[in-house]
């Protein structure tokens, strides 16, 4: 058992996952900044308004998903070079109008929830209720946000 109580070999296995997750958030993060300086057109002030809110919850979660990897006894990744290789979600550059910004946010969501559920499983199975409380917390606003802006783009 490790200092929370929790087999050490499930927490290990957590942290990798929790670890990828991470790189994921980081690399999702970076492109709602672009997204968020970048953006153009008719939308502009909404969207620019709703980037900045995305961004700002997406560090956030940066820091609690670090934080949770610290408390089961690992070590975070800390370098964008690693989380360009650990991302499921790729960078996007260049990207200035409302659609092709919503709908990769929306594809990032998609990614973000399918891993996170795995990790949910994964949590519960171990008996890690903070993690699976931090990752059921993400998956509930994340798919409203879906919700949202799916009906915004449709």
């Known amino acids: 058992m490790n200092r ?9 296995q957590l942290v990798e996952g929790l670890d990828e997750l991470l790189a ?6 970076q492109n709602v900044r672009g997204y968020h300086w970048n953006i153009r057109g008719d939308k502009f002030f909404e969207l620019h308004v709703k980037f900045e809110t995305t ?11 670090a934080e949770r990897i610290l408390t ?12 360009l ?25 998609k990614t973000l929830l399918k891993m996170q559920r795995a990790l949910l499983a994964q949590a ?4 890690d209720e903070g993690t699976v409380s931090l990752l059921s917390d ?4 994340q798919e ?10 449709a």
């Open 72 to 83: 089961l006894g690992g070590t975070p990744s800390h370098s964008y070079s690693s989380y």
């Open 24 to 29: 994921n958030y980081q690399i999702l993060y």
């Open 138 to 141: 993400y998956i509930g606003f």
């Open 55 to 65: 961004y700002t919850d997406l560090l956030t979660k940066v820091d609690e998903v």
């Open 85 to 109: 290789k650990n991302s499921g979600i790729k960078e996007q550059t260049g990207v200035h109008d409302g659609i092709t910004c919503v709908t990769g946010l929306l594809d990032s969501y």
């Open 4 to 12: 929370i109580g929790l087999d050490e070999h499930a927490a290990s």
């Open 144 to 153: 409203k946000e879906v919700w949202m802006l799916s009906a915004y783009i």
């Open 124 to 127: 519960a199975e171990a008996n």
